[in-house]
């Protein structure tokens, strides 16, 4: 197994039965995507009476795990994107067509 894949297999077995993507989806989006830090905190882990383990995608490409099913649908689109919202996701749907050199159109508000 390549070293970008270990980790992200690992975390995609822990969705259990919900997401079952095909080796080549996870080497993909392995590769792509960052590998983010698993944090924990004891001030939350005294709040709530036990371990607390929080993924931190806030560092992740877009600043949200959305980035990793966006390079993965963007991989999949024949012609480019569209994407809008006003959040993280349409910011998610333009990195991941820049990094594989699609067209894409980015749909926001102003004042998002």
């Keep these: 197994m390549k070293p970008c894949l270990s980790a992200f297999a690992a975390e995609m077995k822990m969705l259990g039965p919900l997401f079952e993507p095909s080796a080549d989806d996870l ?3 392995a590769c792509q995507a960052l590998n983010t830090p698993i944090r924990s905190s004891s001030a939350m882990d005294a709040r709530v009476g036990r371990m607390i383990h929080v993924k931190d995608e806030t560092v992740q490409r877009s600043g949200s ?6 390079v993965l649908g963007v991989r999949n689109a024949e012609r480019g994107v569209v994407a809008a919202g006003a959040g ?3 910011i998610a749907v333009g990195l991941a ?8 159109c980015l749909i926001m508000p102003s004042d998002a």
Excluded: T
């Design 27 to 29: 080497q993909f989006v």
């Design 65 to 70: 795990f959305k980035f990793r099913g966006a």
């Design 88 to 90: 993280n996701f349409p």
């Design 97 to 104: 067509a820049q990094a594989l050199n699609k067209p894409a």
